[in-house]
């Protein structure tokens, strides 16, 4: 299958999904995940209608977003990886989003070095909702306090949650993860309603229809687009 039919068949499957939840799949957003591919797969998937791309490495991500910048193409580039204040510059310089914030520290220093000729960076805070043995993600009890800082800062734009819950076969338990997540959005935009909350990033290609029926906005999705990714060094 070529990269162009496989998002066809996830368009499908996100619009099959919608219906089945009562939601208009215009309220979905497919984030086509390109970690470790190269720019042609991304043009590609360009020329097949895909505008949103997702990146786990700054590095990498950088290189492809300055690659297709300077040809004048309008792609919207999501950091989608855990990310080390080291790194931060890079990624408030070039990105348009992070899905990853969970720090106040960080969310500072990404203000601090937003360049003040671009838009706001779009910030969805990362809740860590399952995984114990992750290291990502805040608390759902932090939520507030760390959004209440983001909404402080004048170069972020907070838009909402993102969340990668702990891997499993079992479709209830998968359920029970997004149906916190669902709860702590809806807490979020009550507590916040002069933000733009709008941005509720869950699922993946194994777990889309389950996310999409409690609520998700965005389905993050790499090689079911893309192929496998190999790791192996070049
Ligand atoms: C890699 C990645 C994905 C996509 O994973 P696939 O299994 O390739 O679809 C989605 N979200 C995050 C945060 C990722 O790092």
């Known amino acids: 299958m070529t990269i162009q039919q496989n998002l066809q068949q996830l368009q499908t499957q996100i619009q099959q999904a919608c219906e089945q939840a009562q939601r208009a799949s215009t309220d979905i957003t497919l984030l086509a995940v390109s970690k470790t591919k190269p720019v042609e797969a991304i043009l590609a998937a360009y020329q097949a209608g895909q505008r949103q791309f997702g990146e786990n490495y700054v590095q990498e991500g950088v290189e492809k977003i300055q690659h297709f910048e300077g040809q004048g193409f309008d792609l919207e580039w999501h950091f989608i990886g855990p990310l ?11 990105f348009d ?3 990853t914030l969970d720090r106040a520290k960080i969310a500072d220093r990404l203000n601090d070095q937003r360049p003040h ?6 910030v969805l805070i990362q809740i860590n909702i ?13 939520m507030l306090d760390l959004a209440k800082h983001i909404k402080n800062l004048p170069h972020l734009c907070l838009r909402g949650l993102m969340a990668i819950p702990a891997p499993t ?5 998968q359920k029970q993860a997004f149906m916190q ?4 959005f809806e807490q979020l935009q009550r507590a916040l309603p002069e933000c733009q909350i709008d941005t509720l990033s869950m699922g993946m290609s194994d777990d889309l229809t389950a996310a999409i029926e409690c609520g998700s906005t965005m389905v993050r999705i790499g090689t079911a687009i893309f192929g496998a990714r190999d790791y192996t060094p070049k």
Do not use: F, T
Request: net charge neutral.
């Open 84 to 94: 080390q204040s080291n790194k931060s510059r890079l990624v408030a310089e070039h």
């Open 181 to 184: 997540m669902q709860q702590l």
């Open 117 to 122: 000729y671009k838009k706001p960076l779009n």
């Open 97 to 99: 989003w992070i899905q």
């Open 169 to 173: 076969n079992d479709i209830h338990q």
């Open 130 to 142: 399952s995984d114990e043995s992750s290291k990502s993600g805040i608390q759902p009890a932090e």
